[in-house]
């Protein structure tokens, strides 16, 4: 057995997010027949287990923050599975008449609308024709009316000032926004709309891992180690009689890094290996 060290660069993104590399550990695949292998062969070490934890729709919950759409924020406080929700609105159904392709249709919708996704984006991603998309799309801003808002007032914002910003004040130029050629203004409003949400992940992610590396030194030291950050997911290597004491102080600390109207969300799971972690 051997041990790898990755390095992470702090600079290596436009969004503030971390980035791996030599190798690149926040790139293993998940799925296809090779993933479980590959996740298989990294290990925990004698004694301890890993543990994964992780923030869920961090992105969206950002997002109900910065826009406080009603209907968003409602749906998060109610904890109401908000893909299901997004799909039981545009398809104009009972959330729980909702099936798991129809949930599966509102994740992608979803995170299309994060990433300032055109009609023909989400076509291609869905597999539908360019019309049905663009109706599903209006259909959304038709009922997430604070979410459009919020987008447009970015977009202004990054024509007026050249840059927007998280709401930690992590800056990100915008350099196409006023370009005369059409292409490239879009691709600088897409970035406009998703730089203050990834990035806002990012600024909570890197708050929790300072929380958690104090809590560590402080009562977990040598027994607990921060090894893997892979967005908005941490791996710790944890003794194993303290790993049920230890996965409560971090989803502690983890939902309570930063204050947003809505709750932060932490789910958790461990395994000896790092396939075991993923469900």
């Known amino acids: 057995e051997s041990t790898i060290h990755t390095d992470y660069k702090q600079t290596g993104t436009s969004s503030g997010r971390l980035s791996s590399a030599n190798p690149n550990m926040q790139n293993i695949p998940i799925q296809g027949e090779w993933a479980e292998k590959i996740r298989k062969a990294f290990v925990a070490r004698d004694e301890f287990k890993f543990v994964s934890m992780d923030y869920s729709q961090i992105e969206l919950r950002i997002l109900a923050d910065m826009s406080k759409d009603n209907l968003l924020v409602e749906d998060f406080q109610n904890d109401i599975d908000i893909h299901r929700a997004t799909a039981s609105r545009i398809l104009g159904k009972e959330v729980d008449d909702v099936t798991k392709k129809e949930r599966s249709l509102g994740k992608t919708i979803n995170f299309g609308i994060l990433f300032g996704q055109t009609a023909f984006g989400l076509a291609s991603m869905l597999g539908i024709p360019t019309d049905v998309a663009q109706r599903y799309i209006?259909?959304?801003?038709?009922?997430?009316?604070?979410?459009?808002?919020?987008?447009?007032?970015?977009?202004?914002?990054?024509?007026?000032?050249?840059?927007?910003?998280?709401?930690?004040?992590?800056?990100?130029?915008?350099?196409?926004?006023?370009?005369?050629?059409?292409?490239?203004?879009?691709?600088?409003?897409?970035?406009?709309?998703?730089?203050?949400?990834?990035?806002?992940?990012?600024?909570?992610?890197?708050?929790?891992?300072?929380?958690?590396?104090?809590?560590?030194?402080?009562?977990?030291?040598?027994?607990?180690?921060?090894?893997?950050?892979?967005?908005?997911?941490?791996?710790?290597?944890?003794?194993?009689?303290?790993?049920?004491?230890?996965?409560?102080?971090?989803?502690?600390?983890?939902?309570?890094?930063?204050?947003?109207?809505?709750h932060l969300d932490v789910s958790s799971a461990s395994g000896d290996n790092m396939a075991e972690l993923k469900d």
């Open 138 to 262: 209006t259909d959304y801003f038709q009922h997430y009316i604070g979410v459009e808002e919020y987008m447009r007032s970015l977009e202004k914002e990054a024509y007026k000032r050249g840059y927007v910003q998280t709401m930690f004040g992590t800056t990100r130029w915008i350099r196409g926004i006023r370009s005369r050629n059409m292409r490239l203004v879009r691709a600088a409003q897409r970035e406009a709309i998703n730089m203050p949400i990834q990035g806002g992940e990012a600024d909570i992610m890197k708050l929790a891992m300072i929380k958690l590396d104090e809590e560590i030194e402080k009562n977990f030291k040598d027994e607990v180690y921060i090894i893997l950050q892979i967005h908005d997911e941490l791996i710790f290597e944890v003794k194993e009689e303290r790993l049920k004491e230890f996965e409560k102080k971090a989803k502690e600390i983890m939902g309570d890094a930063v204050s947003l109207i809505v």
